[in-house]
């Protein structure tokens, strides 16, 4: 993946979670918003990382958003720095010299 999608795809998860926090703004409204961003969220964390990390991103990512109370949880964001900062497929492989 080049550097640039990797930042757009940052830049997007800042939005997406900024987003999920609009239901703070307006007291009342907002379970009304998680209602529909739930499952809008969790599509659009399939459509950003594909697999069975996608899919499991989403789950949590609709259930995040669901559940009152849990939308300050950035998942966009935290699943960004899973993939790009602490996965392990991303880190160069070590050699063993013997």
């Known amino acids: ?6 930042y757009q795809k940052l830049a997007l ?5 900024a987003v999920g926090y609009v239901s703070y703004v307006v007291p009342g409204l907002g379970e009304l918003f998680d209602v529909v961003w ?5 599509y659009l964390m399939t459509k950003m990382y594909k697999g069975n990390k996608g899919k499991i991103a989403a ?32 880190k160069p492989k070590k050699t063993i010299e013997v």
Request: without cysteine; charged residues 10%; hydrophobic residues 50%.
């Open 1 to 6: 993946m080049n550097t640039e999608n990797k």
């Open 13 to 17: 998860s800042l939005l997406f979670d």
């Open 38 to 42: 739930a499952p809008a969220s969790a």
């Open 59 to 90: 789950a949590v990512t609709f259930i995040e958003e669901a559940m009152p109370g849990l939308d300050i949880i950035p998942t966009f964001t935290l699943m960004w720095l899973y993939t790009h900062v602490f996965s392990s497929s991303n």
